[in-house]
């Protein structure tokens, strides 16, 4: 079984090209373009991992990841932040919030797919 | 000009700040009585707050302050006229249109008439300075945002026709990928250092000052250009005077600038070496890069560290510039309170200067400290420090040996920084003590946290020398209630 992987981002093209990459690495993929509807999204089908954009309208990617960290079955799922923040202590914040690990924006594929690789282990 | 109101005696400069200063200058100043009553005016404040006819004397000084800044503005009043010194003050005030002024300035006590006491208050309008700020803020995360996300699917749309995850690609096709690749990265670079320098100039970077091998730095920098340098057919070269020479400095905008100057120094070098020479001086520390390369003409050298200058640009591609590079380090090393400059001669080669001053430790920890205390004093809360240091330092550096010591601290800072919990608790280290701060702190949590990093300490000196006879002795202060106490500490540890 390949790992689920859920993208949630504002921006549908980003969505796009992470699931492209992401599926031709072998990992199956799911998208959500709000919050709320990733929450949802994650609550029905339980991903292996979450990747998630930090500045969405609505719920801020950082309200999602709080949702997440309190919910009793999503506890555990591994959240990766997608930020175009340039701040040095974006990381340690985020990891503070919860994330597992943090992708800047613009990331080229090896970023991308080495933090992925990182927390789940090699696809299928 | 004279034009003191008769009902008010003369102190010091004159109750209205005398010269004519009352009449002609941009502040709002306003005299009150202690109950808050007004007794006089300036033009400015009259015309800032659109009451030029109003009797102000029917007016009570509460009615030109916002609301939400009435208790703090009253306890400034209290503590003027408790015999405090004059008081600091920022506080909103309204117009008669209910328009808002952002102010700052201070209250003092001046005499009055028969016993009676004046107060005045000295208000500077920064409205306009505040709302500018705001704006160049939100301009810095909106475009970090709003230039990223788009630069992100171009970026990676490219890159997976390049990678053939959408079907074939042709040798030609790939070819003008790479280059499209390269200059999207190439922009990614520009906005970085646009961000940089906007920030920079709007006075929001803040440097973390501790202390820092250079020697160590420069080498692990030189490490990095190995590959590139190799490429090329350029030597790298270390000159140190020491393994060892330890600067107080915000290692990652030392990086920074010394990734650039080396950078800079292998692109513009075809031929020969680039070398990083470190030395110290009296009171500075000297950090030199210089390079073989094809060097930059007299009228140029002027105008190297300006924004947007780019000298020597080769024709064809390659890795551009973005002409902010030097501008850049030129600000991050005059932050440090140090000097940058450049030297070149055309076929020869550069080599651009460093000079960054000494500090003791103990300056750097009250930098520190008082960095601290002006985002506490922003936000409201409260700061606790904990202060390390080794008992009867003196033996304990003859029997183990300076460098030893040194390293032993070094593990230390590295120790209590990775069981630091929260992103502003920050540790730094001496050679002998070690400064905690803990920013929104209550000083009984101070003393849990205390508890925790001791216990840490004591089984890491059993553990990496068991016999050193190392004595750790702690203290723990905080402000603003133990502000005479930190003092103390210091002298005693360093006097």
Same mark, same amino acid.
């Given at each position: 079984?390949?790992?689920?992987?859920?993208?949630?981002?504002?921006?549908?093209?980003?969505?796009?090209?992470? *699931?492209?990459?992401?599926?031709?690495?072998? &990992?199956?993929?799911?998208?959500?373009? #709000?919050?709320?509807?990733?929450?949802?999204?994650?609550?029905? /089908?339980? %991903?292996?991992?979450?990747?998630?954009?930090?500045?969405?309208?609505?719920?801020?990617?950082?309200?999602?990841?709080?949702?997440?960290?309190?919910?009793?079955?999503?506890?555990?799922?591994?959240?990766?932040?997608?930020?175009?923040?340039?701040?040095?202590?974006?990381?340690?914040?985020?990891?503070?919030?919860?994330?597992?690990?943090?992708?800047?924006?613009?990331?080229?594929?090896?970023?991308?797919?080495?933090?992925?690789?990182?927390?789940?282990?090699?696809?299928? | 000009?004279?034009?003191?109101?008769?009902?008010?005696?003369?102190?010091?400069?004159?109750?209205?700040?005398?010269?004519?200063?009352?009449?002609?200058?941009?502040?709002?100043?306003?005299?009150?009585?202690?109950?808050?009553?007004?007794?006089?005016?300036? %033009?400015?404040?009259?015309?800032?707050?659109?009451?030029?006819?109003?009797?102000?004397?029917?007016?009570?000084?509460?009615?030109?302050?916002?609301?939400?800044?009435?208790?703090?503005?009253?306890?400034?009043?209290?503590?003027?006229?408790?015999?405090? #010194?004059?008081?600091?003050?920022?506080?909103?005030?309204?117009? !008669?249109?209910?328009?808002?002024?952002?102010?700052?300035?201070?209250?003092?006590?001046?005499?009055?008439?028969?016993?009676?006491?004046?107060?005045? +208050?000295?208000?500077?309008?920064?409205?306009?300075?505040?709302?500018?700020?705001?704006?160049?803020?939100?301009?810095?995360?909106?475009?970090?945002?709003?230039?990223?996300?788009?630069?992100?699917?171009?970026?990676?749309?490219?890159?997976?026709?390049?990678?053939?995850?959408?079907?074939?690609?042709?040798?030609?096709?790939?070819?003008?990928?790479?280059?499209?690749?390269?200059?999207?990265?190439?922009?990614?670079?520009?906005?970085?250092?646009?961000?940089?320098?906007?920030?920079?100039? #709007?006075?929001?970077?803040?440097?973390?000052?501790?202390?820092?091998?250079?020697?160590?730095?420069?080498?692990?920098?030189?490490?990095?250009?190995?590959?590139?340098?190799?490429?090329?057919?350029?030597?790298?070269?270390?000159?140190? *005077?020491?393994?060892?020479?330890?600067?107080?400095?915000?290692?990652?905008?030392?990086? !920074?600038?010394?990734?650039?100057?080396?950078?800079?120094?292998?692109?513009?070098?075809?031929?020969? &070496?680039?070398?990083?020479?470190?030395?110290?001086?009296?009171?500075?520390?000297? +950090?030199?890069?210089?390079?073989?390369?094809?060097?930059?003409?007299?009228?140029?050298?002027?105008?190297?560290?300006?924004?947007?200058?780019?000298?020597?640009?080769?024709?064809?591609?390659?890795?551009?510039?973005?002409?902010?590079?030097?501008?850049?380090?030129?600000?991050?090393?005059?932050?440090?309170?140090?000097?940058?400059?450049?030297? /070149? &001669?055309?076929?020869?080669?550069?080599?651009?200067?460093?000079?960054?001053?000494?500090?003791?430790?103990?300056?750097?920890?009250?930098?520190?400290?008082?960095?601290?205390?002006?985002?506490?004093?922003?936000?409201?809360?409260?700061?606790?420090?904990?202060?390390?240091?080794?008992?009867?330092?003196?033996?304990?550096?003859?029997?183990?040996?300076?460098?030893?010591?040194?390293?032993?601290?070094?593990?230390?800072?590295?120790?209590?920084?990775? #069981?630091?919990?929260?992103?502003?608790?920050? *540790?730094?280290?001496?050679?002998?003590?070690?400064?905690?701060?803990?920013?929104?702190?209550?000083?009984?949590?101070?003393?849990?946290?205390?508890?925790?990093? &001791?216990?840490?300490?004591?089984?890491?000196?059993?553990?990496?020398?068991?016999?050193?006879?190392?004595?750790?002795?702690?203290?723990?202060?905080?402000?603003?209630?133990?502000?005479?106490?930190?003092?103390?500490?210091?002298?005693?540890?360093?006097?």
């Amino acid at each position: 079984m390949p790992f689920k992987v859920l993208i949630i981002d504002d921006e549908p093209h980003i969505l796009i090209m992470v *699931a492209n990459r992401l599926r031709a690495n072998g &990992y199956e993929t799911a998208t959500a373009l #709000s919050g709320a509807r990733g929450l949802e999204f994650a609550l029905r /089908s339980k %991903p292996d991992l979450i990747l998630l954009d930090s500045v969405m309208p609505e719920m801020p990617g950082e309200e999602v990841l709080y949702r997440i960290r309190q919910d009793g079955e999503l506890r555990g799922i591994p959240v990766i932040m997608l930020t175009a923040d340039v701040k040095k202590t974006a990381v340690s914040e985020f990891r503070l919030r919860g994330a597992k690990e943090v992708v800047f924006k613009p990331f080229t594929p090896e970023e991308l797919l080495q933090t992925v690789r990182k927390v789940l282990g090699p696809a299928g | 000009m004279t034009n003191e109101n008769p009902q008010y005696p003369q102190s010091g400069s004159g109750p209205k700040g005398g010269d004519g200063l009352f009449e002609n200058t941009h502040d709002l100043i306003q005299l009150f009585s202690p109950d808050g009553i007004l007794l006089d005016v300036n %033009p400015s404040w009259r015309r800032v707050l659109e009451r030029p006819d109003d009797d102000i004397t029917q007016l009570s000084v509460f009615s030109v302050v916002h609301p939400r800044d009435h208790d703090g503005f009253r306890k400034a009043v209290a503590d003027v006229l408790k015999g405090q #010194s004059p008081r600091k003050i920022g506080i909103t005030m309204v117009s !008669q249109s209910n328009r808002e002024i952002i102010a700052e300035g201070s209250v003092d006590l001046i005499g009055g008439h028969q016993g009676s006491k004046v107060l005045r +208050c000295i208000l500077h309008d920064i409205t306009k300075r505040r709302k500018y700020d705001e704006l160049k803020d939100e301009f810095v995360g909106t475009i970090s945002h709003e230039l990223r996300t788009p630069l992100t699917v171009v970026r990676e749309g490219m890159a997976q026709i390049r990678d053939g995850l959408l079907g074939g690609v042709t040798p030609a096709q790939r070819e003008v990928l790479d280059m499209v690749l390269q200059s999207i990265d190439r922009l990614g670079r520009i906005i970085n250092d646009l961000l940089d320098v906007s920030k920079l100039e #709007s006075g929001q970077v803040h440097l973390k000052r501790t202390l820092c091998n250079m020697t160590g730095i420069a080498r692990e920098i030189l490490a990095n250009f190995e590959g590139l340098a190799s490429q090329k057919g350029i030597e790298l070269r270390l000159e140190a *005077a020491s393994d060892v020479i330890e600067v107080y400095l915000d290692r990652d905008k030392f990086i !920074q600038v010394l990734t650039n100057l080396v950078g800079n120094a292998i692109k513009f070098t075809s031929v020969g &070496y680039v070398r990083i020479s470190l030395r110290e001086l009296e009171g500075f520390a000297e +950090c030199k890069v210089s390079d073989t390369g094809r060097g930059i003409s007299g009228e140029d050298l002027s105008r190297v560290f300006e924004k947007f200058r780019q000298f020597g640009r080769a024709v064809g591609p390659g890795i551009g510039g973005t002409g902010l590079g030097l501008s850049i380090c030129k600000k991050l090393i005059e932050l440090h309170h140090g000097k940058i400059s450049i030297d /070149s &001669y055309p076929l020869k080669g550069t080599s651009v200067t460093v000079l960054l001053p000494k500090y003791t430790s103990r300056e750097i920890f009250r930098e520190h400290i008082a960095q601290a205390l002006n985002r506490c004093a922003e936000e409201g809360g409260t700061l606790s420090l904990i202060i390390f240091d080794i008992v009867d330092f003196e033996t304990v550096k003859r029997t183990l040996g300076e460098g030893h010591v040194r390293e032993i601290v070094a593990k230390i800072e590295k120790l209590m920084n990775d #069981s630091l919990r929260r992103a502003a608790d920050v *540790a730094i280290r001496d050679t002998k003590a070690l400064l905690i701060l803990l920013p929104d702190t209550k000083k009984e949590n101070a003393f849990i946290v205390l508890g925790r990093l &001791y216990q840490l300490l004591e089984e890491f000196l059993a553990r990496i020398s068991p016999d050193s006879g190392i004595e750790i002795h702690s203290s723990v202060a905080t402000f603003p209630e133990d502000a005479r106490t930190v003092d103390d500490i210091l002298n005693r540890i360093y006097d």
